[in-house]
């Protein structure tokens, strides 16, 4: 699978560490020919994340907390500076505090949901609406969701309804943007095991269970949401916009 992104400028959003989504996507771009600019959240993700990201040649790294509207701004006058157009944003990034994804839903405090939508929701629209004025060529914006935003996945909690308001962010942004000819998408995955993954009770088992239910008969490995990542950065999808495509080996197809 080789798609030709030489001479496209790309921005990612979500590396922590080699196990990241937002890592394997700048991967696979970085395959195709992209010039890349990949952000960490802060300095306790720093040393694991500059290291990563400077071992790709030609990559930068920038720290970015996206819930902060000066970093964000700070950011895209660098990247303005530095590479002038941009042709592709991946957001990967999603947070609710520890304890919304460990209660009952029912007890979800008005904090926890302020901090969930603002940096897994607020922050899609802040970075398009920094990245459309580069994005002269058009553009490709895609972001990560997760299939509890349809149907209850117990503990998702906070988070579903975080990813129900991204889906949601994703039609309204494709409409407005489509002028501009930029393209917004989400791709679902099914569940990896990555950082935001790792500390979550029960995950282990819901991964096995998942693997038995899919059609494929297996969970999805994050190279292939990579792979669709860089279909969605490439001409090869130029029709698809608004949507929420499935990496998921067929999970979200099955009733029962
Ligand atoms: P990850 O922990 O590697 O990535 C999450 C990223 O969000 C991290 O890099 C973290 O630093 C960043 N982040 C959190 N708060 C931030 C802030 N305020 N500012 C900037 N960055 C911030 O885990 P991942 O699984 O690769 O998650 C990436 C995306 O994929 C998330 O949107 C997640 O909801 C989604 N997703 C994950 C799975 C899964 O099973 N792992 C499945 C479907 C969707
Ligand atoms: O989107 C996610 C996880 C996002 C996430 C993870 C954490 C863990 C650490 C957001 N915020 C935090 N906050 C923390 O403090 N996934 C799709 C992975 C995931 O998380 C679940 C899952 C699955 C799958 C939580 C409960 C049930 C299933």
């Known amino acids: 699978m080789s798609f030709d992104l030489a001479g496209r400028n790309a921005v ?3 590396v922590a560490n080699k196990r990241s989504i937002a890592w394997s996507i700048a991967q696979g771009l970085h395959a195709a020919g992209a010039k890349l600019a ?3 959240q802060n300095e306790r993700l720093e040393l694991e994340a500059k290291d990563l990201i400077l071992s790709l040649p030609g990559a930068e790294a920038f720290m970015c907390d996206v819930s902060n509207d000066a970093e964000i701004e700070r950011v895209f006058a660098k990247l303005k500076d530095r590479y002038g157009k941009l042709h592709t944003l991946v957001h990967s990034v999603a947070f609710a505090p520890a304890d919304e994804l460990k209660n009952d839903f ?13 940096v897994s929701v607020y922050s899609l629209i802040a970075v398009s609406r920094a990245a459309a004025p580069l994005m002269d060529d058009g553009g490709s914006i895609m972001t990560m969701t997760y299939y509890a935003s349809e149907k209850v996945v117990p503990r998702y909690n906070v988070m579903a ?3 129900a308001g991204l889906e949601c962010t994703v039609r309204y942004l494709a409409f407005e943007l489509g002028k501009k000819n930029i393209r917004v998408n989400a791709i679902s995955a099914g ?15 819901m991964h096995k269970t998942h693997a038995e239910r899919a059609p494929l008969g297996r969970n999805v490995d994050v190279n292939e ?10 001409d090869a999808s130029s029709g698809i916009t608004g949507e929420v495509i499935y990496v998921d080996c067929g999970y979200n197809i099955m009733g029962f």
């Open 38 to 40: 990949i952000t960490y």
């Open 225 to 234: 949401v990579g792979a669709t990542g860089v279909f969605l950065a490439s």
């Open 12 to 14: 990612v959003f979500g």
């Open 106 to 118: 029912v007890n979800t405090t008005r904090e926890g949901f302020r901090v969930a939508l603002d």
């Open 191 to 205: 569940p990896i095991k990555t950082l935001a993954a790792r500390g979550i009770a029960g995950f282990g088992d």
């Open 161 to 163: 309804v975080a990813k």
